[in-house]
């Protein structure tokens, strides 16, 4: 405050037009007078003047559609150092007006047609890194100058910036004083004058009838938005019996790499265990296209992408000691075509679908049957063709097999490349319902809906062997070949 004690104090609300002194000389002036906006203004400071004046005498404001809203904008900037010059993002940050009214309506077959700007240009670029979030600014101003010299551009301050986006978020800077002290603004001059001034939210505290009828009204409005999105969603949801477990397969053969031959395809198909069943439409085996590969690091890459979907549904039996239920098995065979239309198989190999839902990534490595000898090796090079298998279920354990011990002396095989595949897996089932301390608690599927917890154990121990194979042979392979060869004579 000055030394007169001069006080003003001031109740406004938001975007009203306070006039200041120098507004109000300007605007008296028809011939100043060129926007339609100052127009408006000279008209509401005659309807003012003849109202007896302005109440405020210091204290005005600057609107969202004053030029000084704009101009205060374009000048803000982003470093207070003489020697650094702000960026182009930065330039067009401070200057661009993020206002909803100067936002034009797009037409929508203009929105339609240019959906992708298929050569954008570098100004283009640049451009579309603005934000332009819509934003409505006040200014609460103050005019400092001396007693009885008001109007002078030079004195007036900023006393209080708000800002409202479309999202409904209010910015006040600065904050509502509160239980702080006063803010301080130090005048240049010879008198040093000190102006103190606080901020307070005097608005009106909604009454306890409107805030229920507000909520009346959200609530309305949500259970109207609730029910569109039902009607579009619809209904017709097949729900599982209990004992009963849905699996959907969104699989996709991403790629096949480190094999001999070019031009690769694979051929799969899904063998269900006991207890398993699928839809009569749904289709257990499909091929993909012909592939050829490209280099890659040292392998040669095939990529399919091929994607298929599974459907199948695990029904629930007595649970005994002598049967353990099965998960499905996905096996594959990659083969190779050359322009001679001669096939070779490339390898075989197998998967089991995962019991777990979410995202798996599984690379799945493969092997072929060979022969001793150079003959056959001959025969696969010039004429195609090689060992194949005639049940492919012998990759694992075959669907014929009824004894107790399964030998494989004498059958040789080579590694070749590996396969990767991208599976998404969703389970639908009754039991996910439940939501006892218990049920919550089990991790397996099997153990959700039928209490198969050994199955469940037995899987989880012949993933960590893998998981733990895998690991020793990667880390035999990168150790030097004479220390393998010490270690072992020295075993």
């Known amino acids: 405050r000055p030394s ?11 975007q009203e037009k306070l006039f200041s002194q120098f507004e109000v000389d300007l605007y008296q002036n028809a011939s100043a007078c060129q926007t339609p906006l100052d127009r408006q203004y000279h008209e509401d400071i ?4 003849k109202a007896g004046g302005r109440k405020n005498c210091r204290i ?18 982003v470093t207070d150092s003489d020697h650094e010059v702000p960026s182009y993002l930065a330039e067009r940050m401070a200057n661009v007006r993020r206002r909803r009214q100067d936002r034009k309506p797009v037409e929508s077959s203009s929105l339609k047609s240019k959906i992708i700007t298929w050569e954008p240009s570098e100004e283009f670029i640049k451009n579309n890194h603005v934000i332009n979030t819509p934003v409505q600014t006040m200014y609460i101003m ?9 109007g002078r551009r030079e004195y007036e301050h900023i006393l209080c910036t708000i800002k409202v986006d479309s999202n409904g978020v209010i910015t006040v800077k600065p904050d509502f004083t509160g239980s702080k002290g006063p803010y301080r603004i130090e005048l240049d001059g010879e008198k040093r004058e000190v102006w103190k001034y606080t901020i307070e939210n005097v608005s009106v505290q909604v009454q306890p009838e409107e805030e229920e009828r507000e909520q009346r009204m959200f609530r309305d409005l949500y259970g109207r938005h609730k029910e569109y999105l039902s009607g579009l969603v619809g209904s017709e949801f097949e729900m599982t019996l209990p004992g009963t477990l849905r699996l959907f397969v969104n699989g996709e053969i991403v790629s096949a790499q480190g094999y001999e031959y070019d031009n690769l395809y694979v051929h799969f198909f899904v063998e269900l265990p006991d207890q398993w069943s699928s839809p009569a439409f749904q289709q257990l085996s499909g091929v993909t296209q012909t592939c050829a590969t490209k280099t890659v690091g040292s392998e040669n890459v095939a990529y399919f992408c091929y994607l298929f979907t599974l459907e199948m549904f695990f029904t629930q039996a007595d649970e005994s000691e002598d049967s353990l239920p099965q998960w499905p098995v996905l096996y594959f065979e990659v083969l190779s075509l050359d322009s001679w239309q001669r096939y070779r198989v490339e390898g075989y190999g197998s998967l089991v679908l995962p019991a777990s839902p979410g ?4 690379t799945i490595p493969t092997w072929r049957p060979v022969e001793l000898g150079t003959v056959a090796e001959l025969r696969r090079f010039f004429i195609g063709g090689s060992l194949e298998l005639e049940d492919l279920t012998y990759v694992r354990i075959p669907s014929t097999f009824k004894g107790e011990r399964l030998s494989r002396l004498g059958f040789r095989t080579e590694a070749t490349g590996s396969v990767t595949f991208r599976l998404h897996c969703l389970q639908q089932s009754k039991a996910f319902l439940e939501s006892s301390a218990l049920r919550q608690r089990m991790q397996s599927v099997l153990d959700r809906i039928g209490g198969f917890s050994q199955q469940s154990s037995v899987y989880s121990v012949l993933e960590a062997f893998q998981r733990a194979r895998r690991r020793m042979q990667e880390a035999r392979e990168s150790l030097p070949q004479d220390l393998i060869s010490t270690s072992a004579s020295t075993v």
């Not at 995202?359 to 599984?362: A, D, E, F, I, S």
């Open 4 to 14: 007169g004690e001069e006080e003003e104090e001031a109740e406004v609300q938001w």
């Open 46 to 49: 005659l309807k003012l003047e």
């Open 142 to 150: 103050g005019d400092l100058g001396p007693y009885g010299k008001l």
């Open 60 to 77: 005005f404001t600057y609107t969202d559609h004053d030029r000084f809203t704009n101009l205060e904008e374009h000048c803000q900037k």
């Open 359 to 362: 995202l798996h990534v599984l």
